[in-house]
């Protein structure tokens, strides 16, 4: 049985394990990152603590575009705030848990020198993405439809 519990996921070279440990560290980073910044009690404009202007749609339009309250969500999210961080933008919440789950699955699989529990790498990555950009889009549409 430990043969096979071995044996689950894709092997990776020394590429992939450097790759694998440098997702690690940027995410780890932005983590960092995000514990510098102080969340704007808006729920949006956190961003324009690094000297970007506000959102552009938010500016124009006067409605959220489908990242606003992303930079914030992480803020809230690595204090622990949990609510906070769905309420400025529950896609970010969804999106900040699996990067703080990224970290350690990577540099578990770097050590181990197999995508730990991933037999399909790309098949993995398209299905997350396709479902979080989903969860955003679905979630702003649902943002706009109380704007109006």
Request: charged fraction near 10%; proline fraction near 7%; charge should be positive.
């Amino acid at each position: 049985m430990s043969d096979f519990r071995q044996s689950i996921g894709t092997p990776v070279g020394h590429v992939g394990r450097a790759i694998l440990l440098a997702m690690a560290v940027v995410l780890t980073i932005g983590f960092g990152i995000a514990t510098l910044l102080n969340p704007d009690p808006r729920g949006f404009g956190t961003h324009q603590q690094f000297g970007l202007p506000p959102c552009t749609s938010r500016l124009l339009f006067g409605v959220p575009c489908p990242g606003c309250g992303m930079t914030t969500c992480f803020a809230h999210f690595v204090r622990g705030q949990f609510a906070d961080a769905a309420r400025a933008n529950p896609a970010g919440a969804l999106l900040a848990a699996v990067c703080a789950l990224l970290i350690p699955w990577s540099v578990w699989s770097a050590v181990r020198g197999r995508l730990w529990m991933v037999t399909d790498p790309v098949t993995v990555a398209g299905v997350m993405m396709v479902t979080i950009g989903g969860v955003t889009l679905l979630l702003w549409v649902a943002r706009m439809s109380s704007h109006f």
